[in-house]
């Protein structure tokens, strides 16, 4: 569609590491990119202006969320997510088959739909991949997601091939129910665990992939160097001139191993949930700001970084403002969560570009403390 495109900059010859811009409707998206996640049209403990101001170029709506509450509808109404939520860069909305599956009370899975009982109060509700989309087009991100079936870590290959078949006839119906030129509609690759679905799943996506594709069913319990041979056997098979979007990865040795396989775009809770948790993610690692050792720290959070929080607090009043239950506490590490996942995307962005990405990211394994193993040689 003429209202997409993706401008692929630089790869990096060895590792596949991909720099570029995908161009939208509501601005440029600089990629490799971290995409924090506003769940019900609000990124947890954090405030547009802010999100602005620490370099967010685009956030992510829940469909199934936002239809029980306040309604698709209603948003229409109010002009779309981009008026209602105040946010004027890009939006991402998924298709909320994964909370279908996994919050909802499920009755019924068929080749025409989903039944289930909604979380919130029990009614009954119905999605088909026409309904999805129907929904999505209300909400009026600038990308939407096909509906998929998110088959769990552990299924057995009938029950994952069974998954991936559905998804790929629901592909085709949400192609057919889609006629916004204005969303891009991205088809998910699914397959669970096993080589020969992924590969499936993936010649059935290529036909649809024109703006975009994503990598769906991964980050789901298994353990990280299986996510990543999923990756490898993807890579080379991956359309080159559509971003790639893994989903639902976030935690920042991830999101290096992911960039380092190709993968332009990522989204996850992680930086927000474990903020208001009072855990901070740092060039050094991660840290427990709770705990007693920094009653009297007197320092930032990060000495690299130059967030808000990290310009004015110290650990000790991070810490106090945690442990007495101030909201003050979870918007802060929020914000420098976020702000340092933005930062850790802008160095690999660069060292793509400059040419030395493997350097980059042995320097972080260096810094953060722990070992890269055996999954990137």
Excluded at 84 to 101: A, E, K, Y
Excluded at 253 to 262: H, I, K, T
Excluded at 288 to 312: A, H, I, M, Q, S
Aim: with cysteine; glycine share 10%; aromatic share 8%.
């Amino acid at each position: 569609m003429a209202n997409f495109s993706f401008e692929l900059q630089k790869t990096d010859p060895e590792t596949g590491a991909r720099a570029g811009v995908f161009h939208t409707p509501h601005g440029d998206i600089l990629t490799p990119v971290y995409m924090p996640v506003g769940t019900q049209a609000a990124v947890k403990g954090m405030l547009p202006r802010d999100l602005e101001e620490i370099g967010t170029q685009i956030v992510l709506s829940n469909t199934y969320h936002l239809y029980m509450r306040p309604g698709d509808e209603l948003i229409a109404r109010a002009g779309g997510l981009h008026t209602f939520m105040n946010w004027h860069r890009p939006i991402l909305t998924d298709s909320g088959g994964f909370q279908v599956f996994s919050l909802a009370g499920l009755n019924k899975i068929t080749d025409e739909g989903v039944t289930f009982s909604s979380h919130v109060d029990g009614s009954r509700h119905v999605f088909t991949p026409e309904k999805a989309i129907a929904i999505e087009n209300n909400l009026g991100a600038d990308i939407i997601m096909a509906f998929d079936q998110c088959s769990e870590y552990g299924y057995t290959h009938e029950m994952a091939e069974r998954a991936m078949l559905r998804t790929a006839k629901w592909l085709e119906r949400c192609h057919a129910a889609h006629n916004n030129p204005a969303q891009a509609l991205f088809p998910i690759v699914q397959g669970n665990f096993y080589a020969d679905l992924r590969l499936r799943s993936l010649e059935t996506c290529l036909p649809y992939a024109t703006e975009g594709i994503a990598i769906g069913g991964l980050s789901v319990g298994e353990p990280k160097p299986l996510m990543y041979e999923m990756l490898d056997l993807l890579r080379p098979r991956l359309p080159e001139r559509v971003p790639r979007y893994l989903m639902g990865v976030g935690s920042p040795d991830c999101l290096v191993e992911g960039v380092l396989r190709g993968i332009d775009m990522f989204d996850c809770v992680l930086a927000t949930r474990v903020a208001r948790n009072g855990t901070a993610l740092t060039s050094r690692g991660k840290i427990v700001v709770r705990n007693g050792k920094y009653k009297e720290d007197f320092t930032p959070l990060d000495p690299e970084c130059d967030c808000y929080v990290c310009r004015n607090y110290t650990k000790a009043y991070l810490r106090h403002v945690l442990n007495v239950g101030e909201m003050a506490g979870g918007m802060l590490l929020s914000l420098h969560n976020i702000a340092y996942l933005h930062r850790l995307m802008r160095g690999l962005r660069e060292s793509i570009l400059g040419g030395y990405v493997r350097d980059f990211c042995r320097e972080f394994y260096e810094k953060q403390g722990i070992s890269r193993g055996d999954e990137v040689k």
